[in-house]
């Protein structure tokens, strides 16, 4: 077979040659091998790689070009070109392209000439450069004696970068806020009102002021004194999670402020706008609710503070929650739901229908004591177990106080 198989070779040559017997010898020796192989394992090793060759032609398609992102850690760095080393902060930078100024532009000349940063007309892509040298020569975050002098080189800036900061001058403070004004620095403004805050800083009405022109996503970084100074178009403003950080003390301001904001709305309309509010509200505040038919949804209910919803009774909580009453046993277990079935009295519970547990059984007596003179020293008897264990001595002492 490896005989006939090399016939059309000696064909093709004619006259054989040493050259040509060489190639031929050379043939006869691949295809026995070639065939030794496929005997023993099947296909040869080349069957596949011609397969794939046939079949797939992506070979003979060009390389794809690959772009690699500019100034990232790792990547080749060019050198500056001989005479370009930048000595000044001047016009001449607006030429240098993108890579001239990642390699020739120092962060140290930079910050100390930032006035001189904001004057020229760079592009945005050079701006985001000369950023690129600031965050390397800074990595800590930049001095006060930089920020003091940023003007609109602020804009450039992410509350990343903000966080790393120490903000304690107000009038840095108010001028960076009088530069992003008008733009999307939401994000920017609480950043900064929250370093400033936590470095110790004051805010004056002028400030409260000048906040009202962005969103209230820094509410939960004003103190509770703060915040009976802020307009009331922040409240109009706040979204739910712009609330999320606030502590019972802010929400309490807040609801407070929001109650007036919305005091000519009525119904359903209120109620929507005050829910994000409504972990602020007294007891007073959550039954004043219940005429208005609204039905409360379980995840507002869960904020309410603990103590304005203990004194609910179970008839004002049934109003109050509407169809969305069955919900309080998927949370018999957490507080403050938990803290309001202890209260109630185990009948009266069963009287829902909704299987809940943990309420006072019937026949004990709860005793709320407000003097600690005639317990020396114990704690209020609220609760199921041995804490509605009455003593005749402990009845005495009630009944002659």
């Known amino acids: 077979m490896a005989l006939q198989s090399a016939r059309p070779i000696l064909g093709f040559f004619r006259t054989p040659t040493h050259g040509s017997l060489l190639l031929l010898l050379l043939s006869l020796r691949w295809v ?3 065939r030794a192989q496929t ?3 099947g296909p040869g090793v080349m069957t596949p790689w011609l397969r794939r060759t046939s079949q ?3 070979w003979q398609r060009p390389e794809p070009t690959v772009i690699l992102p500019r100034a990232l850690p790792g990547t080749e760095k060019k050198s500056c070109p001989l005479g370009k080393e930048a000595h000044v902060v001047d016009e001449n930078l607006v030429f240098y392209t993108e890579w001239e100024l990642e390699a020739c532009v120092d962060g140290a000349l930079l910050a100390e000439h930032m006035d001189r940063v904001n004057a020229i007309p760079f592009t945005y892509q050079q701006l985001d450069i000369l950023k690129h040298k600031l965050d390397q020569f800074y990595p800590q975050g ?11 080189f602020f804009l450039e800036v992410t509350p ?3 966080h790393k900061w120490n903000v304690t001058s107000l009038e840095t403070v108010k001028s960076l806020l009088k530069i992003s004004k008008g733009r999307k620095m939401d994000a920017q403004v609480a950043a ?11 805010l004056d009405k002028v400030t409260l002021d000048m906040l009202a022109n962005f969103h209230p996503s820094y509410v939960c970084s004003l103190s509770p004194e703060y915040l009976g100074l802020v307009q009331e178009n922040v409240v109009w403003a706040a979204r739910p999670q712009d609330l999320d950080a606030c502590g019972p003390l802010q929400m309490g301001v807040l609801y407070h402020k929001a109650h007036i904001a919305f ?3 009525s119904g359903s309309a209120y109620f929507a706008r005050i829910k994000p509010f409504l972990s602020g509200a007294s007891t007073e505040d959550l039954r004043a609710l219940i005429p208005q038919n609204i039905s409360m949804d379980m995840t ?4 309410l503070r603990k103590e304005a919803l203990l004194p609910l009774t179970i008839a004002e909580v049934q109003k109050l929650l509407g169809p969305n009453l069955e919900g309080l046993k998927a949370e018999e277990g957490n507080s403050p739901v938990r803290d309001w079935i202890l209260r109630q009295r185990q009948n009266d519970l069963d009287s829902l229908g909704l299987g809940l547990h943990g309420g006072i059984p019937n026949g004990y007596l709860v005793l709320d004591l407000n003097f600690r003179e005639a317990l020396s020293g114990a704690a209020p008897l609220l609760g199921p177990g041995s804490a509605f264990t009455v003593i005749p001595t402990l009845l005495s002492a009630l009944v002659l106080n």
């Open 32 to 34: 026995l091998l070639s």
């Open 39 to 41: 005997a023993d394992t």
């Open 56 to 58: 797939d032609l992506s």
């Open 142 to 152: 930049y001095p006060e004696s930089l920020i003091q002098h940023l003007s609109y």
């Open 160 to 162: 990343e970068d903000i």
């Open 192 to 202: 900064l009102i929250a370093r400033y805050l936590v470095g110790g800083g004051q």
């Open 263 to 265: 005091r000519n709305m």
């Open 300 to 303: 507002t209910f869960k904020k």
